[in-house]
T-cell receptor
Framework: DGGITQSPKYLFRKEGQNVTLSCEQN?????MYWYRQDPGQGLRLIYY???????QKGDIAEGYSVSREKKESFPLTVTSAQKNPTAFYLC??????????????FGPGTRLTVL | DQQVKQNSPSLSVQEGRISILNCDYT??????FLWYKKYPAEGPTFLIS?????DKNEDGRFTVFLNKSAKHLSLHIVPSQPGDSAVYFC??????????FGKGTHLIIQP
């Protein structure tokens, strides 16, 4: 089955620790995205990548880092510099970034709680 | 600056009636609009889309209307069913950085 997987579903970390969230897709999509959802805030873009070995900052990139070494994978690291890391994190992918190719497919999300 | 606005955080509709969710945008460069549906603790799922060259797109119980002059789009669900209770996100696309999402409207279908 084609789709996007995120693991784990729930993640707990101590304050001050870096943590990496996994995102894998087998849809052969070029573009991948990371969003954060907080109550009343909708979906806010953290980072996106249009192609392998390239990525761009979104609206709230501070305290986060990404890599795109493979087309299928777009891991997100939440660093200790992120002031409010507890949130629901969503990964998405799309064929491209214009017109109908912009339709994004989302993974099931990872709930990160920093204690 | 919110480029996509969903001004109603929540909407309550009786089962069987029409649900109308509204969305306003400010970015004239958007050439494609999408609606997503999201249940708690799950990723959003694509519902319906419309190109900026059209004013209406219909798919079963779901219809999206686009009024470009007013920079407004709406999603109509008729008849509304209990399983339609979810958060609905409107999104606009047209640039190289993907989609811009609104904050969502929580639709509650009452029996």
């Amino acid at each position: 089955d084609g789709g996007i997987t995120q693991s784990p579903k729930y993640l707990f970390r101590k304050e001050g620790q870096n943590v990496t969230l996994s995102c894998e897709q087998n849809l052969n999509h070029d573009a991948m995205y990371w969003y954060r959802q907080d109550p009343g805030q909708g979906l806010r873009l953290i980072y996106y990548s249009q192609i392998v070995n390239d990525f761009q900052k979104g609206d709230i990139a501070e305290g986060y880092s990404v890599s795109r070494e493979k087309k299928e994978s777009f891991p997100l690291t939440v660093t200790s510099a992120q002031k409010n890391p507890t949130a629901f994190y969503l990964c998405a992918s799309s064929v491209g970034t214009s017109g109908r190719s912009n339709e994004q497919f989302f993974g099931p999300g990872t709930r990160l709680t920093v204690l | 600056d919110q480029q996509v606005k969903q001004n109603s955080p929540s909407l309550s509709v009786q089962e069987g009636r029409i649900s109308i969710l509204n969305c306003d945008y400010t970015n004239s460069m958007f050439d494609y609009f999408l609606w997503y549906k999201k249940y708690p603790a799950e990723g959003p799922t694509f519902l319906i889309s419309i190109s900026s060259i059209k004013d209406k797109n219909e798919d079963g119980r779901f219809t999206v209307f686009l009024n470009k002059s007013a920079k407004h789009l709406s999603l109509h669900i008729v008849p509304s069913q209990p399983g339609d209770s979810a958060v609905y996100f409107c999104a606009g696309g047209g640039g190289a950085d993907g989609l811009t999402f609104g904050k969502g409207t929580h639709l509650i279908i009452q029996p």
